[in-house]
T-cell receptor, first 113, second 114 residues
Framework: GDSVTQMEGPVTLSEEAFLTINCTYTATGYPSLFWYVQYPGEGLQLLLKATKADDKGSNKGFEATYRKETTSFHLEKGSVQVSDSAVYFCALNPNTNAGKSTFGDGTTLTVKP | ETGVTQTPRHLVMGMTNKKSLKCEQHLGHNAMYWYKQSAKKPLELMFVYSLEERVENNSVPSRFSPECPNSSHLFLHLHTLQPEDSALYLC?????????????FGPGTRLTVL
């Protein structure tokens, strides 16, 4: 079946540091790929997505590129802020439907001033 | 109200109680989902409804019973739960049931089973 593997956390960075959270996936065909973020006490919210190979999703300074050849969708940000502290989830929807969404385990990011 | 709302936000129940979780989406979406989020475990998809029909049921114990009376409302009826059912229960919705659709999540109900 489908699977998503995320870099294990927790990750602790200083403000303005560079962030990378690795995500690789296993799926048949061409899934859609997502990064969701969960702030304390809240549900998940979409951060960015890419629906076909070589697409780049971007939002709020975060970026991720859909790499079919390496089955990866790594999340990056050039300069993190304290407000970026949250749990980040990589997820995929199979190309048939969204009913079997698969999420990674989540990576907790803490940014210190 | 906007987005996806869930009530109650917190619930404590004994193993013999019966309670219900409610989810409402104000986005005009056609698909709704229940997820279970436990500490140190991946997000687990429990049920999926598309246009009020259940399309996915991921081997969830019968003590969890979903209900989708219309495309805006989703319930999760709970009875004779176990302590290991304590978790954050998240509701989500999406425009349709296609691969590219983003899911919009509610804030969750934190359930504690004593």
């Amino acid at each position: 079946g489908d699977s998503v593997t995320q870099m294990e956390g927790p990750v602790t960075l200083s403000e303005e540091a560079f962030l990378t959270i690795n995500c690789t996936y296993t799926a048949t065909g061409y899934p859609s790929l997502f990064w969701y973020v969960q702030y304390p006490g809240e549900g998940l919210q979409l951060l960015l997505k890419a629906t076909k190979a070589d697409d780049k999703g971007s939002n709020k300074g975060f970026e991720a590129t859909y790499r079919k050849e390496t089955t990866s969708f790594h999340l990056e940000k050039g300069s993190v802020q304290v407000s970026d502290s949250a749990v980040y989830f990589c997820a995929l929807n199979p190309n048939t439907n969204a009913g079997k969404s698969t999420f990674g385990d989540g990576t907790t990011l803490t940014v210190k001033p | 109200e906007t987005g996806v709302t869930q009530t109650p936000r917190h619930l404590v129940m004994g193993m013999t109680n019966k309670k219900s979780l409610k989810c409402e989406q104000h986005l005009g979406h056609n698909a709704m989902y229940w997820y279970k989020q436990s500490a140190k475990k991946p997000l687990e998809l429990m049920f999926v409804y598309s246009l009020e029909e259940r399309v996915e049921n991921n081997s969830v114990p019968s003590r969890f019973s979903p209900e989708c009376p219309n495309s805006s409302h989703l319930f999760l009826h709970l009875h004779t739960l176990q302590p290991e059912d304590s978790a954050l229960y998240l509701c989500a919705s999406s425009q349709d049931f296609t691969s590219t659709d983003t899911q919009y999540f509610g804030p969750g109900t934190r359930l504690t089973v004593l």
